[in-house]
């Protein structure tokens, strides 16, 4: 492919390091990376992922943009307020990079779309950037079955904690957590509450990976669960072994239909109310 | 300069840094390993730089010449693997 001047100038911090070069240049360029719910994650994995020149980026999320988002979701501004997340997080990487092809899915992830929505695009890489239990396993599972690769990751309160899954290449997220939790539990952070950074250093490390995976460089958080508390400071990696009874990824799966497991009413209403 | 032809050019005396590089990188993507690119470049910060930044990058200087117009030219090896 032949670079404008002006991408030239764009990407030239990428081009000059050893490790991208053109070549990595241009697998971020025909890159295709779908980010589901553009909230606390998803904001700045879609920002940076859009100024990093990924050609394909497909959003997913059905709430509008609420004046409370905007402590953390660095994708929206204040004049957003009201409208679809999906449009303005368009706009805000379009702002930045005119070279994004942004897809809007202006819907929630359930057990009906998400196979479809992954393979509108053939998408390369998926970032789970939702905060409930239910539609992690569903990401989970989906991605599984369709054999693409994928990043967890989840923020509440001062703690963060992320995992990427490789098709064949280590652990899945049902391989360690097996099943959601029973709804109302454990609290999301529309209960619980989220320092407004916790997305912006989690976020940015899926965005990494993702980044990591198309260009080929260095080694994925596979078969580890990174943690981090923002009150200690403290990053610990943990190193996970796969689980041969998975339900979705072991040798005998049990799960062949993917489940809509019942988010917690608060959770809904409060969705709601406060997306 | 050398008895072999160069198999490219690229003109870097109108950028600067770090573009001087990235243009010299996106030369040496068309050529193939073993082939031989000339460079003009400008004296000053862009002679500093670029042959440091090739050599890291494997490739291997084999000539420069001083063009006494306020330019060089040089000619590189794509990954000859430089040494000094």
Redo the contacts between chains.
């Keep these: 492919m032949n670079f404008t001047n002006a991408q030239l100038e764009r990407y030239s911090r990428h081009i000059i390091l050893e490790d991208i070069g053109v070549k990595g240049q241009e697998k971020l360029l025909n890159g295709k990376v779908l980010i589901i719910g553009t909230g606390g994650l998803g904001a700045p994995a879609a920002l940076y992922l859009g100024a990093a020149g990924i050609g394909t980026i497909g959003l997913v999320d059905g709430d509008t943009v609420d004046l409370s988002n905007l402590q953390r979701q660095v994708i929206h501004s204040s004049q957003d307020v009201g409208k679809a997340k999906v449009i303005s997080g368009k706009e805000s990487i379009n702002a930045i990079n005119e070279d994004v092809n942004v897809i809007t899915y202006q819907e929630r992830a359930t057990a009906d779309n998400i196979k479809d929505i992954i393979r509108d695009q053939d998408y390369d890489f998926i970032l789970d950037g939702t905060d409930n239990f239910p539609v992690k396993f569903l990401i989970n599972d989906a991605c599984v079955m369709l054999k693409k690769p994928f990043s967890h990751a989840g923020i509440i309160r001062f703690q963060g904690q992320t995992m990427t899954y490789v098709p064949g290449k280590g652990p899945c997220y049902r391989c360690i957590f097996k099943n959601p939790p029973p709804p109302d539990v454990v609290p999301t952070c529309q209960q619980a509450g989220v320092l407004g950074v916790m997305g912006g250093v989690i976020g940015t490390i899926q965005a990494t990976e993702a980044i990591k995976y198309i260009t080929d460089v260095g080694n994925l958080l596979t078969g580890y669960l990174l943690t981090y508390d923002a009150k200690k400071l403290e990053f610990r990696k943990v190193k996970l072994a796969g689980d041969k009874n998975c339900a979705v990824c072991g040798e005998n799966p049990t799960i062949k239909k993917l489940i809509d497991y019942e988010i917690a009413a608060c959770s809904i209403a409060d969705s709601k109310k406060i997306g | 300069m050398s008895e072999r032809k160069p198999d490219g050019f690229v003109d870097i005396t109108d950028v600067v840094c770090?573009?001087t590089?990235?243009?010299t990188?996106?030369a040496l993507?068309e050529l193939e390993k073993g082939q031989i690119l000339q460079i003009k470049l400008n004296e000053g910060e862009p002679i500093q730089n670029v042959p440091r930044?090739l050599k890291?990058?494997k490739h291997k200087i084999i000539n420069l010449e001083n063009n006494n117009d306020g330019t060089y030219t040089i000619e590189v090896i794509k990954e000859g693997l430089a040494e000094d």
Excluded: A, D, G, L
Aim: hydrophobic share 35%.
């Design positions: 770090p573009i590089f990235v243009k990188k996106v993507e930044s890291n990058e």
